[in-house]
């Protein structure tokens, strides 16, 4: 991702099941992406959500391949 590129969030949850599959999701649609505040939750309070973020050129395709997940 360049800065003119994204990063623009496509899903932001707590559950770490739902944040797997979205994962697996856009690697299989070979989307890039990062998880921001993923490390940030295996400290207290634990129910800290993660943000899924592709570059913006991928943000739509992003949202909908996870649009059933939200």
Do not use: H, W, Y
Request: aromatic share 2%.
């Amino acid at each position: 991702m360049t800065t003119s590129d994204g990063p623009v969030t496509v899903l932001t949850t707590a559950d770490p099941g739902l944040l797997a599959v979205a994962q697996s999701i856009l690697e299989a649609a070979e989307i890039p992406f990062v998880v921001k505040g993923e490390n940030q939750r295996i400290l207290p309070p634990f129910d800290r959500a993660a943000e899924v973020q592709v570059g913006a050129a991928d943000a739509e395709a992003a949202r909908t391949l996870l649009a059933e997940l939200a």
